[in-house]
């Protein structure tokens, strides 16, 4: 199993639409939980990050950790056209020394 | 200009040469990574430093070569090119090395070994 399992999609929704994109984490040890967005022919960007269990909002963007059923969620209200990207999940290695990447999700808001 | 910068954006090369390719940061950060991305795979990271003339390998190594002799660059060579090393590579650097510290990537380097 790898350490970090994601859904590549692709998603598409409506402009306006909530969206849910989900990983799966393997090693129950991992304390910090991140979400890099990367746009067409660009490099990833961190977008959020989340420490041990629970939510954290910005804005549209809500991250959640539950750390029971080793699952991480990245939640986009009212989504918009800029949101088109692809979203990566990231968790650090054991030794804290490099991230892991899920595969990434790519979402395509339409107007 | 401040940032990531990694040259060159799109090589063809033949199989069995080498090349390389060029990662330079100008924020002085101790880590530093390559990965490659490719279609159902992800981002998968080939070897990453902690320091100067400090490297260690990461998930696919295999094939590749890096070095790090000054903190700002990190070249990474691929010493006999084959087509399975077909990918976009990116260079990526941070603070600390994957806890709560952010990576930030270069543009990428779209190689296409024919």
């Known amino acids: 199993q790898k350490e970090v399992e994601q859904d590549p999609g692709p998603l598409s929704v409506p402009e306006g639409a909530i969206v849910s994109l989900n990983c799966t984490y393997s090693?129950?040890?991992?304390?910090?939980f991140m979400w890099y967005r990367q746009y067409s022919r660009k490099g990833p960007e961190l977008l959020m990050y989340?420490?041990?269990?629970g939510n954290k909002e910005d804005g549209r963007f809500t991250a959640q950790v539950d750390k029971s059923s080793k699952y991480i969620s990245l939640f986009i209200r009212d989504s918009q056209p800029s949101d088109s990207a692809t979203y990566l999940c990231a968790i650090p290695n054991q030794a804290g020394t490099a991230l892991i990447f899920g595969k990434g999700t790519t979402l395509s808001v339409s107007s | 200009d401040a940032g990531i910068t990694q040259s060159p954006r799109y090589k063809i090369t033949e199989t069995g040469r080498q090349v390389t390719l060029m990662c330079h940061q100008t924020?002085?950060?101790?880590?530093m990574f390559w990965y490659r991305q490719d279609l159902g795979h992800g981002l998968r990271l080939i070897y990453y430093?902690?320091?100067?003339?400090?490297?260690d390998k990461g998930e696919v190594p295999d094939g590749y070569v890096v070095s790090r002799s000054k903190t700002e660059n990190f070249p990474l060579t691929l010493e006999s090119a084959t087509r399975s090393q077909t990918s976009v590579y990116f260079c990526?650097?941070?603070?600390?090395?994957?806890?709560?510290?952010?990576?930030?990537f270069g543009q990428g380097t779209r190689l296409t070994v024919v």
């Open positions: 989340t420490y041990s269990s």
């Open positions: 924020w002085s950060h101790s880590y």
């Open positions: 430093s902690a320091a100067a003339d400090i490297t």
């Open positions: 990526a650097s941070s603070v600390g090395g994957g806890a709560n510290t952010e990576a930030f």
């Open positions: 090693n129950s040890a991992f304390q910090y």
